[in-house]
């Protein structure tokens, strides 16, 4: 093949130190750039900022999504509609100057790439490359196949997948690259096992390898598994995995036994393939464990970057204080050191920032002096958006009584998530009807890091609701909990963990059905939140304990480190690490076994 004379190899940092190779459909590298839809991208954002921020020897892979998710555009009454996001990698990032061709569906598809860097505190850079099939000489429908993410129909996807797996690791081979660990992070990525089967195969049909060359790339590999929601594991019927794959890889994935219900699954090709699998906080390692007996699943509890995630106030202020607290998080435990009120003044800065920023965008005027809550997240029927406005009667009394509440909103339905549209125009018809002097509930449109970020920073309390057990993890409580916000959630994903109860947040009790956890979520707002906030001097103790003890902990440098000494090159053998301590806290089994059903 000839290379477009423009695209002649030229300057790439040398790559032949970096010994993990991370691959992710989506990554949040900036918020100017459209290549995440939520939480997934924004967990692997971090991830790689903390590796940026740590010298982690790590290189990353995934799409460049020329036209992003979507922006959320949202009529009067709630109805999202949906616009592109394009923009152009050629006039904003380096290429990687090399081309590598893939066969799909038995015709050559070139694949291209652009490099990110993520660049940490101390310059060290974590190069990531997005794989890009709009190239000359493509077919026009292969050259669209990078432009949405989670976009198209399972053939797209199946297409995508592959440019992702297989594209990903001819890149890092045409680079010079040679990772020890290749680290999937969910199942979109899992086909980087197949190609690495064939390079080491050199030439020899897949079909024909031994479990020993299984268990040479089994060694290499590391799998992230991200949620129980079966919607969330992607599986392909077999006949269009061997019209995109082709007959070799297909009959392979067939007798490797990577088919699940006679389907091709994700999922079951990286748990075959992986020497590690974990789940995304201590719980879900559980539900996991029970969703695939067959394999050993361990946990590593997410966290956030905190500099990504802390106001500007908060930072100035532990610049000040704590400066180390950006290459070493556990100085968070520090915060002990600083006058509350301190705490509370930075915190309050987030809130008027917040509020200036909903007026200017919105002309939607919020009062400082009222007690907030936030809502943000992906529109799904599993996360029980108006779980809050259950009882509308009763949220209106607790309004006046405390004398006032405010509820922002926020969160984008996947476009063919026609149930989840409807929650948002729920929301809507509530807030429209319940809308007073006392209580006041707003929607704000287009969820995205900028918003997430204000929000999070800037609302007195953080809300989560989802129905147990399938909030794997959650990271938004993550990043209100670093700006002194406690949360007010059911006990599901990490908040199990994070839960102290009247001092870090408030749990939402276990409930036989919505009309009890409801219940629950007043009495706390109305018996222990309100009090609480009606009192300035428990409230900033409060908000510091947020960060001493969640932000400390929660947080992606721990995480990483975590990464590396259990999954990635663990010192002690991996079958002495044990899930399940949460055991004695409260009961979970009973949804376990609900989650085992998928
Ligand atoms: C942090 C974040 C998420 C993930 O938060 P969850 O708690 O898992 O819902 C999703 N979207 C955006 C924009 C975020 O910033």
Redesign the pocket.
Same mark, same amino acid.
């Given at each position: 093949m000839t290379l477009p004379s423009a695209l002649t190899p030229s300057s790439t940092p040398d790559l032949s130190a970096r010994t993990i190779a991370y691959f992710s459909m989506e990554i949040a590298l900036s918020p100017a750039l459209p290549t995440y839809s939520?939480?997934l991208g924004?967990l692997a954002g971090d991830t790689l900022r903390s590796a940026a921020d740590t010298a982690a020897p790590m290189v990353a892979i995934s799409l460049v999504h020329r036209r992003g998710y979507f922006r959320q555009k949202l009529s009067d009454i709630g109805q999202q509609t949906e616009a592109d996001v394009p923009w152009s990698p050629e006039t904003t990032l380096p290429s990687a100057n090399r081309i590598i061709a893939l066969t799909l569906q038995s015709r050559q598809v070139l694949v291209r790439a652009w490099r990110f860097d993520v660049v940490g505190v101390t310059g060290h850079i974590i190069p990531v490359f997005l794989l890009d099939t709009d190239v000359e000489g493509n077919d026009p429908w292969d050259r669209r196949l990078t432009d949405h993410l989670y976009g198209g129909d399972t053939y797209y996807r199946l297409c995508q997948e592959t440019v992702l797996g297989l594209g990903g690791v001819a890149l890092l081979e045409a680079l010079a690259c040679r990772p020890k660990v290749y680290h999937m992070n969910e199942g979109h990525a899992a086909l980087l096992a197949i190609g690495l089967l064939e390079d080491h195969l050199a030439g020899i049909p897949l079909k024909d390898a031994t479990e020993a060359d299984i268990e040479f790339v089994r060694q290499q590999c590391v799998f992230t598994t991200h949620t129980p929601v079966p919607a969330g594991h992607d599986q392909f019927g077999v006949d269009q995995m061997y019209q995109v794959l082709g007959h070799d890889r297909g009959a392979a994935i067939e007798q490797f036994g990577c088919l699940h219900n006679s389907l091709m699954n994700m999922t079951y090709i990286a748990l075959r393939f992986s020497r590690f699998v974990n789940g995304v906080a201590m719980q879900h390692g559980k539900v996991s464990q029970q969703m695939f007996p067959g394999y050993k699943v361990y946990s590593i509890t997410n966290g956030?970057h905190a500099a990504t995630w802390l106001s500007p106030h908060f930072q100035e202020l532990l610049d000040g204080e704590i400066p180390n607290w950006r290459t070493d998080n556990q100085y968070f435990r520090s915060v002990y050191g600083i006058d509350p009120a301190r705490i509370a003044a930075a915190h309050n800065k987030g809130k008027l920032r917040l509020f200036s920023t909903i007026a200017k965008r919105t002309g939607h005027h919020f009062n400082p002096n009222v007690l907030t809550l936030g809502f +943000?997240?992906?529109v799904a029927t599993y996360?029980r958006a108006s779980l809050l406005l259950h009882d509308p009667k009763r949220l209106v009394e607790i309004a006046e009584k405390i004398g006032g509440l405010q509820i922002l909103y926020a969160g984008k339905a996947h476009p063919a998530d026609t149930a989840g549209k409807g929650l948002i125009r729920d929301v809507f018809a509530s807030a429209a009807k319940l809308n007073s002097s006392a209580l006041k509930i707003y929607y704000i449109e287009n969820?995205?890091?900028e918003?997430? +970020?204000l929000l999070?920073q800037g609302v007195d309390v953080w809300v989560?609701t989802p129905r147990r057990p399938y909030?794997a993890?959650?990271?938004?409580?993550m990043?209100a909990a670093l700006n002194g916000v406690p949360s007010l959630s059911i006990l599901d994903g990490w908040w199990i963990e994070g839960c102290a109860e009247n001092t870090t947040g408030w749990a939402i009790e276990n409930g036989e059905d919505e009309a009890a956890e409801a219940t629950s979520l007043y009495e706390k707002l109305e018996k222990s939140i309100a009090p609480m906030y009606a009192n300035p001097g428990a409230w900033s103790r409060m908000q510091q304990h947020c960060i001493a003890i969640n932000g400390s902990f929660f947080n992606t440098h721990r995480m990483l480190a975590q990464y590396f000494e259990n999954s990635y090159f663990p010192p002690t053998p991996l079958s002495t690490v044990q899930t399940g301590y949460l055991e004695h806290r409260r009961s979970t089994d009973t949804v376990v076994a609900e989650a085992a059903l998928v």
């Open positions: 939520g939480g924004m956030v +943000a997240r992906r996360k969820y995205d890091w918003l997430g +970020a999070t989560n909030e993890s959650g990271t938004s409580g990043k």
